[in-house]
């Protein structure tokens, strides 16, 4: 019986997870896009211009202030060093070159992409997706798992308690 409950306990946090992951997939991550100096894009206070890593499946949203986005359109496009750029075009993405930019990262083959400044061609970098990358647990998420990881221990601990009563018993 004590392989059924560590199956349990494993069912149980493949099924978190993939309830986890729907949710994820549903909730877009955020980046926060500023203009650092000298002129370059900087994501959530990160380096300057770096390469983004997205993950396929996964939705995104680049949300700058009005000011930088009139200044300093951000755009996600096929070309990179050209002014202006040539926008992706794709269902998943909507609002290229504004203030608000969402992105689902399709999980079919694309071109490589970039993002880039639509009035500045050196403010750019690639787009790398990688379907293996692995994000980081989150507060809710490492609560969960610590949960059913107790909720396992602490039933081995009944399992084992009744199983030497009965013995003591028979």
């Not at 609560?143 to 039933?155: E, H």
Request: hydrophobic share 50%.
């Amino acid at each position: 019986m004590r392989h059924g409950l560590g199956m349990t306990a494993l069912l149980s946090l493949m099924a978190t997870g993939i309830m986890a992951d729907r949710a994820d997939a549903a909730t877009p991550i955020t980046f926060n896009v500023t203009i650092g100096s000298p002129l370059a894009y900087v994501f959530n206070g990160g380096a300057p211009d770096q390469v983004l890593g997205l993950v396929p499946g996964k939705t995104y949203q680049f949300s700058m202030s009005a000011a930088d986005a009139a200044a300093h359109p951000f755009v996600i496009s096929t070309t990179t060093g050209v002014e202006p750029p040539t926008p992706f075009v794709d269902p998943g993405l909507t609002g290229n070159g504004t203030a608000s930019v969402m992105f689902t990262v399709p999980t079919t083959p694309i071109p490589q992409i970039y993002y880039q400044c639509a009035v500045h061609s050196f403010m750019t970098n690639k787009i790398v997706l990688n379907a293996t990358a692995v994000p980081a647990l989150d507060a809710k998420s490492v609560v969960v798992l610590v949960a059913l990881l107790l909720a396992a221990g602490v039933a081995a601990i009944l399992w084992q308690r009744r199983k030497r009563g009965m013995a003591l018993a028979g």
